[in-house]
């Protein structure tokens, strides 16, 4: 009777299968499953090279920023910070603040002012960490909890940055061609350094948002060098000479208040904004307290170098080193 009822059972269990999977051959033998963790182990890498461990990032979140190079956090930033960032920088154009060490850069073109009339658009700021307004955005804690997830617990801003998309004039300079952001940075390694870039309202391709090539920060740092464009490129526009055209290229649609945060080694840059309005974003470069110095002579940066030396005596009319080290 035992023997019976086992065959009874092994019978019954082999019609249930033929049930589940038709295709299934009679007096085929049980095949394992792979368990949850075999299947995790074969999704997602043991060693993770371009983020560290923590418990923020999802195991998704943290495999998509190792294979990408990016990582968009959707409404990280409050509508009230991005207005008070918007009215500093009205204020820093209409010169009713002045901030020491800032950069302010314009369009090539001739672009109306947003604020000023009669004035050249203001495109960009930069190095704005002398503003308490501005830079308020450095130290957000929801931006911070996600950079520590990249660099570490020692956290240095490196370099911060509005920028003011104007419409573009018909020349096609409102363009940022595609580059990698470490070709302006001489310190290392490149995997402990991250920006993070918030758009201030909705950015899509009609108003110039961010192309991304995803993956491309697996490769090494490019040459580097001004686009061949008709109409002109904005000084220190550089550009990656060489790359795989064939690439796959994502553009990153935001809503304020969304963030992406990404490699200095991802290839990206912006198109034109081609409506009547200025397409706004902040960011803040961010790297680890234990990265280092290079020296860029005879590297691919040395141009880099040159030309902020060439800048700092126009705009201070004397003979001043920069050495990029």
Request: charged fraction near 25%; include cysteine; proline fraction near 6%.
């Amino acid at each position: 009777m035992e023997e019976s009822g086992g065959r009874g059972a092994s019978l019954r269990l082999e019609v249930l299968l033929r049930h589940l999977s038709p295709s299934r051959a009679a007096g085929a033998t049980l095949a394992p499953s792979p368990t949850s963790a075999q299947l995790a182990k074969e999704k997602y890498p043991t060693q993770f090279c371009y983020t560290l461990d923590n418990n923020l990032l999802s195991p998704e979140q943290r495999h998509f920023y190792e294979e990408n190079g990016y990582l968009v956090i959707r409404n990280l930033v409050s509508s009230e910070d991005i207005e008070c960032f918007r009215n500093e920088f009205m204020k820093i154009c209409k010169n009713e603040v002045k901030v020491p060490g800032l950069v302010i850069m314009r369009d090539i073109s001739i672009a109306k002012s947003e604020f000023v009339a009669d004035q050249k658009a203001v495109t960009k700021i930069q190095d704005f960490m002398g503003d308490e307004e501005l830079f308020r955005y450095c130290t957000l804690p929801q931006i911070l909890k996600y950079v520590e997830c990249i660099v570490g617990p020692n956290i240095m801003a490196m370099h911060t940055m509005l920028i003011n998309k104007p419409p573009d004039p018909g020349k096609k300079s409102s363009r940022h061609p595609l580059h990698q952001d470490l070709h302006f940075f001489p310190f290392r390694p490149a995997d402990r350094i991250v920006c993070a870039w918030t758009a201030m309202e909705r950015i899509d391709r009609r108003n110039g948002c961010l192309v991304v090539l995803p993956g491309s920060h697996k490769g090494p740092l490019k040459q580097h060098d001004y686009p061949e464009w008709e109409g002109g490129v904005n000084k220190i526009y550089h550009g990656v000479r060489d790359y795989d055209k064939n690439t796959p290229r994502v553009h990153l649609v935001m809503e304020k208040g969304d963030t992406v945060f990404f490699h200095p080694l991802l290839i990206h840059g912006s198109g034109m904004n081609r409506t009547e309005g200025f397409r706004k974003a902040i960011s803040c470069h961010y790297a680890s307290s234990d990265c280092y110095y290079i020296d860029v002579k005879g590297t691919s940066q040395e141009k880099v170098e040159e030309e902020i030396q060439e800048l700092a005596r126009k705009k201070y009319g004397a003979e001043i080193i920069v050495i990029l080290k």
